[in-house]
């Protein structure tokens, strides 16, 4: 089994300060994702990255894969009380068939403060 | 948009009951999966298929089983629930056309246990 560790796995910010996710793993990913999920919901994808050392931003968000494809940054400037939520990094395993089958960090739970 | 949906948002079983939870999903895709989602675990696969009356083990497959013999619907078992299944259960799908992966969660399905 492929793993994912995510950091931190809790984080309380104040609104506008910024911050920094991390997934590391010892596996290489095809494509890693990140997901966020609000409260009574599922998560719902923000970003996929594929090509190592890519950078993709998503306006105030900004994500990074690794040159290795084993690891991922996601980066918030100035957080918004909006931002709140849980993180989940994901990634497609690149040594198998894989069916979509990915791979789920443990989850950063962000609470931003007004 | 494609929509995921699990029949039961909030479940009440009582040790060794039979549980079954439902998902449907409106988009046609081939690949379905359950995840069950813990506190500081993220998301762990239990079961997914792949096709009509093909189903794969994920990484906790032990007291669950799975059903799809409709293309659109992939249901969950578990036989002779127990306390530790209490979770919340994650139904998710995704289209196999191309090689990059996103998939489509349902709201969850909070499972208590008692």
């Known amino acids: 089994t492929q793993l994912l560790e995510q950091s931190p796995q809790f984080l309380s910010i104040q609104e506008g300060e910024n911050l920094t996710v991390y997934c590391n793993s010892s596996?290489?990913?095809?494509?890693l994702q990140w997901y966020r999920q609000e409260p009574g919901e599922g998560p719902v994808l923000l970003v996929t990255?594929?090509?190592?050392?890519e950078v993709k931003k998503l306006k105030r968000l900004t994500f990074q894969f690794g040159d290795a494809r084993k690891d991922s940054s996601l980066h918030i400037t100035a957080a918004q009380p909006g931002d709140t939520g849980l993180y989940l990094c994901?990634?497609?395993?690149?040594?198998?068939?894989?069916?979509?089958?990915?791979?789920f960090g443990q989850g950063t739970i962000l609470t931003v403060h007004p | 948009d494609v929509k995921v949906t699990q029949s039961s948002r909030y479940l009440v079983k009582r040790t060794g009951e039979k549980v079954f939870l439902e998902c449907v999903q409106d988009?046609?895709?081939?690949?379905m999966f359950w995840y069950r989602q813990d506190p500081g675990l993220g998301l762990r696969l239990i079961y997914f298929?792949?096709?009509?009356?093909?189903?794969e083990k994920g990484d906790i497959p032990e007291g669950y089983s799975v059903s799809r013999e409709k293309k659109e619907r992939f249901s969950l078992i578990l036989e002779s629930a127990s306390t530790n299944q209490t979770s919340m259960y994650l139904c998710?799908?995704?289209?196999?056309?191309?090689?990059?992966?996103?998939?489509?969660f349902g709201e969850g399905s909070r499972l208590t246990v008692l």
């Open positions: 596996s290489v990913f095809s494509s």
């Open positions: 994901a990634g497609d395993y690149a040594g198998g068939t894989s069916y979509g089958k990915l791979t």
């Open positions: 298929s792949y096709d009509v009356k093909m189903k």
């Open positions: 988009m046609d895709h081939e690949n």
């Open positions: 998710a799908s995704r289209l196999t056309a191309g090689t990059l992966v996103e998939l489509f």
């Open positions: 990255v594929v090509t190592g050392g």
